[in-house]
């Protein structure tokens, strides 16, 4: 491996560069996402069959798809329908699809832990649904949905390599380009490997620190 | 219609193939990186702690790119099959040593006393009284991580593993129609993860129904 420091330091400018389009998409996608996800979870315990039934379809297609799938099928796919969206559109489009399915697991469970006597309370004290909901099961149960969603979005971060193959200069794009055109692709993928961990482990540290805060929370 | 759903068929095998060769490597290597994880000696701690975090913290796709690309431009021809194994063999690895050690941590502390205090030795204790439990305890989650490295075998196609997904895009641009083959590979994925959510939650019910309390 004849690769000097230069050669890392000259490239990082680049792959720095990379870093900022994945996070921007993983923060487009969670702003659209958990949303999304919210909508899902509330959709699936709705009282109407049919909506139930539409989210509950929505939701397990979202989760048995690869990400990588739905990717393809919303870049590659849609404009034979008449769609055509550009890469960036498409990889938040697809990712926060993927976001929304899988957090609307988690937004479920953390609403089902909010014990059914503050839902009795709330219609005992004439609160509207939209009110039960908004200031007394939302409150709680998402406040126990916090820390599985924070790991989540870990795993959303590190999705948007799959961006790749949807032609977005993102994170890994990037260092394939800079290996293509340097044939040291050994060096430019582990310096980009080493970018991805050095934001994945201090994030999932943190996680764990705010799932055992969350934890104390729980067991008072 | 059924010559295209044959065509992306054809790689179902390997996308199978892919994911049971990948979750057998981490199904028997996560045990010792499991046990080292538990170890008493700060070195071996450290290395599985340090394993685990950085092989988890690095994207499937990153790590194909670089065990097929990076080692296998210049250092060791490779065929991208077995770039794939190794590369999910390795996250496979990682993962269930983490899904065993939850499986240990649930076994409760009386369980290793009473051993002991039967006068069984340490290798007895582990493969008689531990592991058992452990098992299944593990399992329901090593079943849903199963599932998610069958997912995750989809991006063994960027490196021409002609997998699933591979076809699918193989299909879709000979045809002009993204939609209808990725449609056709996504359904595909949901009906071949259902048996195996349907399998793993009936073993999980016989194991259960074994031990009932």
Sequence with gaps: MDVSLDDLLSWLPDLTGGLTISAIVTAGSLLLGIPLGLLLALGVQANSRLLRGFCLVMVEIGRGTPALVLLQFIYFGLPSAGMTLTSYSAAIVALACNTGAYTSEIIRAGLQSVPHGQREAAVAIGLSRLDELRYVVLPQGLRVAVPALLGFSILIFQGTSLCFVSALPELLSRAYEIGSTTFQYFPALLLAACLYAVICIPASILVGAVERRAGHYARR | ?213
């Design chain 2, 1 to 213: 219609m059924t010559g295209d759903v044959l065509t992306i068929l054809a790689g179902l095998p390997w996308t199978l193939a892919l994911t049971a060769a990948a979750l057998a490597l981490g199904v028997v290597l996560g045990v010792p990186v499991a046990l080292a994880r538990r170890s008493r000696l700060l070195p071996v701690w450290l290395a599985a702690a340090v394993f685990i975090a950085v092989t988890r913290s690095i994207p499937p796709l990153v790590w194909l790119f670089i065990i097929f690309f990076g080692l296998g431009t210049g250092y060791i021809q490779i065929s991208p099959f077995v770039a794939a194994t190794a590369a999910f063999g390795l996250i496979a690895t990682a993962n269930m040593a983490e899904i065993y050690r939850g499986g240990l941590m649930a076994i409760q502390h009386g369980q290793w006393d009473a051993a002991e205090v039967l006068g069984l030795g340490r290798i007895h204790t582990f493969a008689d009284v531990i592991a058992p439990q452990a098992v299944r305890v593990s399992l329901p989650s090593a079943a849903s991580y199963a599932i998610g490295l069958l997912k995750d075998t989809a991006t063994a196609s960027t490196i021409g593993v002609i997998e699933l997904t591979f076809q699918a895009n193989q299909l879709a641009q000979r045809n002009f129609s993204g939609l209808y083959a990725f449609g056709i590979a996504a359904a595909i994925y949901i009906l071949v993860s259902l048996p195996v959510a349907w399998l793993a939650r009936s073993a999980d019910f016989y194991l259960r129904a074994k031990v009932a309390r």
